[in-house]
C-alpha cells in the first residue's frame, strides 16, 4: 500500500492560437490534453449493479486481480476457484481464478491494514486478522456475513485452522498462541510457546498444521516447536542457526521449507531439525515459500536490494525444486517486494502479491501469467489526451510509457521505458510525439508510431510540457532551474529567473503565456521571457496538483494539509488526521477567488471543464467531485472504491479520464457526471 510515491510532477497545458497544445503531467491534473493519473479503479465493485453511481464508457488497462494496495496476504480457496486478497487497505478481496474478475468485496471498516487471511477446509469460511486493532474477524462467505469478531490478545501476524475445520488459531507479538472453537466462537486454552524472546516486540512468525490434524509447528525467532494437537503438548524442540522469517510444511509433513533472516532456503526434516539443503540466490533476498500440492517444487518470494532512482526496489518470484533448490524458473521480477505466495490445493495456480497492489496468477504447468501483460503494474501516474481525443499515453510506477485507443480500451503499444516511476507525460498538437518526465532524473521525448526515443534530457524535477508546436521542451536542468529546451538540439534557450531558485515542480497554461514554477514559494512568469511576474499561492504546501482553466485566467490548487488546532495555551498545535486543501486563484491578482470544501483528507488531482465552469477533484477519500467555479458550490459527488489520484478532460471537452491505484483509467462522458 508501502504505499505509492507522491505524484511528482504538474501538469502542463499548452495550447492555442499560437499553435501550443495543452498536455500535463502526474501532479497536474489539468483539463486538456494532458493528464495525471493512477490506477484507474472500477466504480465500487462491492456494489450491486444499480447501486454503481455512474457507469463509465471505457477503462484502459486491466483492474483483473488489482487489489488497490500493498498485498501482505494471498489464500485460494480449498476447490482453488477463487483466491483471496488482503493487504494495506481494509478490505479482503476475492477474486475468480478463471476470469481474474473480482467476485465480492469484504470491509472490515476504519483504516485499520489486513494482516493475514485463511479460508476454512470446506471454503464457508474466511478468517483475517488486522496489524493494529487486535481483533480477528470470520466471515460466512455464502451469505457474505460477519459471524464472529475475536478479540485477540496482541496482533496477529498468522492464523491457521485445523484441517477439521473445527478450531482456529492465531499467533503473533508475544509468546502465546491463541484458539477459538469455530462452532461456538469461544476462546479455547491458549499455550505460551516456551522460547525466551529478546524483546516485548518479538513474534511468534509461523504456525501450521499437520495435514492429519494431530500435530501442529510454530516457528519462534531461531526455534521451531512442534506440539501435538488437541491436547498441545509439545514434542519436538528444533534449533536453526538463523531466526526463522516464515515456514511452509510439506504436504507430507516429513519436511519444512524455512526462510530465514539472511534471505536464505532451507528444507528441513521435521523429526530431527537436519537441513536437507539450504540456498542462498545471488542478488535476491527470500521472503516467503509455499509447497506444491505434490511436495515437489516451492514458489518463493523474494526482493533484490538494488535501488532504482525513485528508491524503489525489484521484486521476485522463482520456482525451484523442492528436492534440492535447484532454480526451476522465474516467473518476473515486478517493482516492489513481493510479500505473499501460495499455491492452489488443485496445483494449477501459482499467486504471488505485494508492493505493487496487485495479485499475480500463473499457470504451474505453462508457467504462463494469466493477467494482461499490458497492463501497468503499480499506480498510474500520469495520463495525457492526444490532440484527437482517440488516445492515451499513460506514465506508471512500473517506470514504462504506454499508449491505448480510448474507445475499445485496447492497448497499443509500449512507447518507452525510464529507470524510475513514470510522474508526467504529454503529447505534441501533431500527435505524433510525447514527452516523459520521470523520477529518474531525466525527460524523454518519444516518436509515438516507432516507439524510438528521440531524445533524452538530465533533469532536476519530473515534470515536463511542450511549447510552439512540440518543438520545444519545458523541464528542469539539473540544478533545478526551470528551463526552455530545444528539442532538435538539446540546447538550453531559456533559464527562468535564475535568482528564484530551485523549482519542485511547474505548470504552463494552456495559451502559453504563463509558466507557474512551484516549490517553498510559487511564482508566475511569462513563459516568453522568463520574467516574474509575481508570487502565488500559499507557501510551503506539498501541492498534489496545480492546474490552470482552459482560458489561463484561473489556477486550481489541491493539496492534502495537517490539521492545525490551538491547545489549552493557546499554542499551535498539528492535530492528527489529514485536512483536504482546494482552492481556485485569480492568475491576474494572485489572489484567492473561492475554497472548495468537502473532500475528507488528501485532494490529489484536479481538473477543469471545457467551459472553465466546472471543476473536478479526486481525492484519497474514494470521491469524485464537481464543484460550480463561480460559487463554490458542490453540484456532484461520485463515491469510488479506491482513491483517485488523477483527472484530466479530453482536448474536444467530452471526456473525463480518471487514475487510480489499481492500475487502470476509467473514462466518463462529462456531460452525464453533469448530468441530473
Known amino acids: 500500500?508501502?504505499?505509492?510515491?507522491?505524484?511528482?510532477?504538474?501538469?502542463?497545458?499548452?495550447?492555442?492560437?499560437?499553435?501550443?497544445f495543452p498536455c500535463r503531467s502526474a501532479l497536474n491534473a489539468q483539463t486538456a490534453t494532458s493528464g495525471k493519473g493512477t490506477k484507474a479503479a472500477l466504480l465500487d465493485d462491492c456494489l450491486a449493479e444499480q447501486d454503481r453511481p455512474l457507469k463509465a464508457v471505457a477503462r484502459i488497462g486491466t483492474s483483473r486481480f488489482a487489489h488497490g494496495a500493498l498485498v501482505y496476504a494471498i489464500a485460494f480457496s480449498p476447490d482453488s476457484t477463487m483466491v483471496a486478497t488482503a493487504g494495506s487497505s481494509p478490505r479482503i478481496h476475492l477474486w475468480d481464478v478463471q476470469t481474474a474478475k473480482e467476485l465480492r468485496c469484504l470491509t472490515i471498516g476504519g483504516?485499520?491494514?489486513?494482516?493475514?487471511?485463511?479460508?476454512?477446509?470446506?471454503?464457508?469460511?474466511?478468517?483475517?486478522?488486522?496489524?493494529?486493532?487486535?481483533?480477528?474477524r470470520v466471515w460466512s462467505l455464502p451469505d457474505r456475513r460477519l459471524i464472529y469478531r475475536l478479540e485477540a490478545q496482541k496482533q496477529s501476524s498468522c492464523l491457521a485452522i485445523s484441517p477439521d475445520g473445527r478450531v482456529l488459531a492465531s499467533v503473533g507479538t508475544g509468546s502465546t498462541c491463541l484458539f477459538w472453537n469455530l462452532q461456538t466462537g469461544k476462546m479455547l486454552p491458549s499455550i505460551d510457546v516456551p522460547v525466551p524472546l529478546r524483546t516485548p516486540l518479538s513474534r511468534v512468525g509461523t504456525m501450521e498444521f499437520w495435514p492429519d490434524g494431530k500435530r501442529f509447528l510454530v516457528a519462534c525467532e531461531r526455534t521451531i516447536c512442534v506440539f501435538s494437537f488437541p491436547d498441545r503438548r509439545e514434542l519436538t524442540r528444533l534449533q536453526m542457526q538463523d531466526e526463522v522469517s516464515s515456514l511452509a510444511l510439506s504436504p507430507d509433513g516429513g519436511s519444512c521449507a524455512i526462510t530465514t533472516s539472511r534471505g536464505s532456503v532451507s528444507v528441513i526434516a521435521t523429526s530431527t531439525g537436519e537441513a536437507k539443503w539450504t540456498k542462498e540466490y545471488s542478488g535476491q533476498v527470500i521472503k516467503k515459500v509455499s509447497y506444491s500440492p505434490d511436495g515437489r517444487r516451492l514458489i518463493c518470494s523474494a526482493f533484490v536490494p538494488t535501488r532504482h532512482h525513485d528508491n524503489s526496489c525489484e521484486g521476485g518470484v522463482a520456482l525451484i525444486s523442492a528436492v534440492d533448490?535447484?532454480?526451476?524458473?522465474?516467473?518476473?521480477?515486478?517493482?516492489?517486494?513481493?510479500?505473499?505466495?501460495?499455491?492452489?490445493?488443485?496445483?494449477?495456480?501459482?499467486?504471488?502479491?505485494?508492493?505493487?497492489g496487485c495479485a499475480r496468477l500463473w499457470d504451474a504447468q505453462s508457467l504462463a501469467e494469466s493477467d494482461s501483460p499490458n497492463a501497468h503494474r503499480g499506480p498510474v501516474q500520469c495520463i495525457c489526451f492526444t490532440p484527437d481525443s482517440r488516445?492515451?499515453?499513460?506514465?506508471?510506477?512500473?517506470?514504462?510509457?504506454?499508449?491505448?485507443?480510448v474507445e475499445s480500451g485496447k492497448f497499443l503499444r509500449l512507447v518507452g521505458t525510464h529507470d524510475g516511476a513514470v510522474s508526467s507525460v504529454c503529447v505534441a498538437p501533431s500527435g505524433k510525439t510525447a514527452a516523459s518526465g520521470s523520477v529518474d532524473e531525466t525527460a524523454c521525448i518519444w516518436d509515438l508510431d516507432?516507439?524510438?526515443r528521440i531524445r533524452r534530457f538530465d533533469v532536476w524535477s519530473s515534470s515536463v510540457a511542450l511549447l510552439a508546436k512540440g518543438r520545444?521542451?519545458?523541464?528542469?536542468?539539473?540544478?533545478?532551474?526551470?528551463?526552455?529546451?530545444?528539442?532538435?538540439?538539446?540546447?538550453?534557450?531559456?533559464?527562468?529567473?535564475?535568482?528564484?531558485?530551485?523549482?519542485?515542480?511547474?505548470?504552463?497554461?494552456?495559451?502559453?503565456?504563463?509558466?507557474?514554477?512551484?516549490?517553498?514559494i510559487s511564482g508566475l512568469f511569462?513563459?516568453?521571457?522568463?520574467?516574474?511576474?509575481?508570487?502565488?499561492l500559499p507557501e510551503n504546501i506539498p501541492y498534489e496538483s496545480v492546474v490552470f482553466s482552459r482560458d489561463s485566467s484561473m489556477i486550481a490548487a489541491a493539496a492534502g494539509l495537517f490539521g492545525r488546532c490551538k491547545d489549552a495555551a493557546g499554542d499551535i498545535t498539528y492535530a492528527p488526521g489529514v485536512v483536504s486543501f482546494l482552492r481556485v486563484y485569480d492568475v491576474n491578482t494572485g489572489k484567492e477567488k473561492h475554497r472548495f470544501e468537502g473532500h475528507e483528507g488528501t485532494v490529489s488531482s484536479v481538473a477543469f471543464s471545457g467551459d472553465d465552469n466546472i471543476l473536478l477533484s479526486g481525492g484519497n477519500d474514494r470521491t469524485l467531485r464537481l464543484w460550480e467555479v463561480k460559487t463554490g458550490r458542490q453540484s456532484r459527488c461520485l463515491r469510488l472504491a479506491r482513491p483517485v489520484t488523477s483527472?484530466?478532460?479530453?482536448?474536444?471537452?467530452?471526456?473525463?479520464?480518471?487514475?487510480?491505484?489499481?492500475?487502470?483509467?476509467?473514462?466518463w462522458e462529462l456531460a452525464k457526471l453533469l448530468g441530473p
Open 111 to 136: 483504516e485499520d491494514r489486513v494482516q493475514a487471511i485463511v479460508f476454512s477446509p470446506n471454503g464457508k469460511l474466511l478468517a483475517c486478522s488486522n496489524a493494529l486493532s487486535r481483533i480477528v
Open 450 to 452: 516507432s516507439v524510438a
Open 472 to 520: 520545444l521542451l519545458v523541464a528542469s536542468d539539473p540544478d533545478g532551474r526551470v528551463n526552455l529546451w530545444e528539442i532538435a538540439t538539446g540546447k538550453s534557450i531559456l533559464r527562468y529567473a535564475e535568482d528564484f531558485g530551485v523549482a519542485s515542480d511547474f505548470t504552463v497554461s494552456p495559451d502559453g503565456r504563463y509558466l507557474l514554477a512551484i516549490r517553498g
Open 1 to 20: 500500500m508501502m504505499h505509492p510515491p507522491r505524484l511528482l510532477a504538474v501538469l502542463a497545458i499548452v495550447a492555442g492560437a499560437a499553435g501550443l
Open 391 to 405: 488516445s492515451l499515453v499513460t506514465g506508471g510506477w512500473d517506470r514504462t510509457v504506454r499508449l491505448w485507443h
Open 325 to 356: 533448490g535447484a532454480k526451476i524458473a522465474d516467473l518476473g521480477n515486478p517493482q516492489g517486494s513481493i510479500d505473499t505466495v501460495a499455491w492452489s490445493p488443485d496445483g494449477r495456480w501459482l499467486a504471488a502479491g505485494g508492493l505493487d
Open 647 to 667: 483527472l484530466v478532460v479530453s482536448p474536444d471537452g467530452r471526456l473525463v479520464a480518471a487514475g487510480f491505484h489499481d492500475g487502470t483509467v476509467l473514462i
Open 526 to 536: 511569462e513563459a516568453g521571457t522568463g520574467k516574474l511576474i509575481h508570487q502565488m
